[in-house]
């Protein structure tokens, strides 16, 4: 079993609980979520997620590597080169600020 070995804190994604990245003995990210969608947004469309159906794809796209979805506010990153957890982090706290 993979041991914690950082985790990193995240800001400007949730109001209500902020998301936060563990890093993993295994080679892995663990990308946990407070609330998904966030807590100040509507939940839209049959699944609720509204806006962010696609999140994990979105993420995979920033991060350069595949992301499993693994649960609502949980994801899963198996194999994180040099880099990873740096564009993940941007991503997450950038996403609510980006252009449409």
Do not use: C, N
């Amino acid at each position: 079993m993979a041991e914690v070995l950082q985790t990193v804190q995240l800001a400007g994604f949730d109001p209500g609980g902020e998301p936060s990245i563990r890093v993993m003995s295994d080679g892995s990210l663990e990308v946990s979520f407070e609330f998904m969608p966030p807590s100040d947004v509507a939940r839209a469309g049959r699944s609720g997620l509204g806006e962010y159906a696609e999140f994990d794809r979105e993420m995979s796209d920033a991060a350069g590597v595949p992301v499993v979805w693994e649960d609502r506010e949980f994801f899963r990153i198996e194999d994180a080169p040099p880099g990873t957890l740096e564009r993940v982090q941007a991503f997450v706290q950038g996403y609510r600020h980006r252009t449409k």
